[in-house]
């Protein structure tokens, strides 16, 4: 059971496959790069359930921040040479410089505040790999996620303009479906 954030970090440096994908995503020496939302979720629930297989993932949501180019192209030139050196992960590239617009939310200053912005607390996640060493960005904590709940980030919460979005959201993924003990908030 993981307590901590420390506990999370050790938990993924001893993820062989996790550690493959965050060097291989390390090796594009992306700006401000990380992988988020489900890479680190889904292996902190299934860590929490006790479940012995690695739950399947959509996308390894690869994210960076770079101002000076904010190309689709580029986004899918770096999700080839990702696919090139780990042919079977589902990768996912995007520059955060840009995913405002496509979100239509203000723009974001770097990759962990562009995080933050995501719908929910557990998914505003994120693991880098820096000179050999691990760092969690964890613009809300660890709590929820370690509780296994979804609650909306301050943007989503109720009453605010993007809850709709949230709402959605929820009902779309159904993480409860692969982790019944996931509660979902609507606060």
């Not at 060097?23 to 992306?30: E, K, N």
């Not at 405002?100 to 200053?109: I, L, Q, S, T, Y």
Request: hydrophobic share 40%; glycine share 4%.
């Amino acid at each position: 059971m993981l307590k901590t954030e420390a506990d999370v970090l050790k938990a993924i440096r001893q993820d062989k496959w996790m550690m493959e994908v965050l060097g291989a995503a390390a090796r594009l020496q992306l700006p401000d790069f990380c992988i988020s939302a489900g890479f680190v979720r889904s292996k902190v629930w299934d860590v929490q359930l006790g479940y012995t297989r690695r739950t399947p993932l959509p996308d390894v949501d690869v994210v960076y921040f770079d101002a000076s180019d904010t190309d689709e192209v580029t986004e899918k030139k770096y999700e080839n040479m990702l696919l090139q050196m780990l042919p079977d992960v589902p990768w996912s590239v995007k520059n955060q410089a840009r995913m405002h617009e496509v979100n239509r939310m203000p723009a974001f200053r770097d990759t962990e505040h562009a995080i933050a912005c995501y719908p929910e607390t557990a998914t505003s996640i994120g693991v880098t790999f820096e000179v050999g060493k691990l760092r969690l960005l964890a613009p809300y904590g660890v709590e929820d996620l370690l509780a296994c709940r979804i609650a909306p980030t301050p943007l989503y919460v109720k009453g605010a303009s993007y809850h709709p979005i949230y709402l959605k959201r929820v009902k779309q993924k159904n993480w409860q479906r692969l982790w019944p003990h996931v509660r979902v908030e609507d606060k």
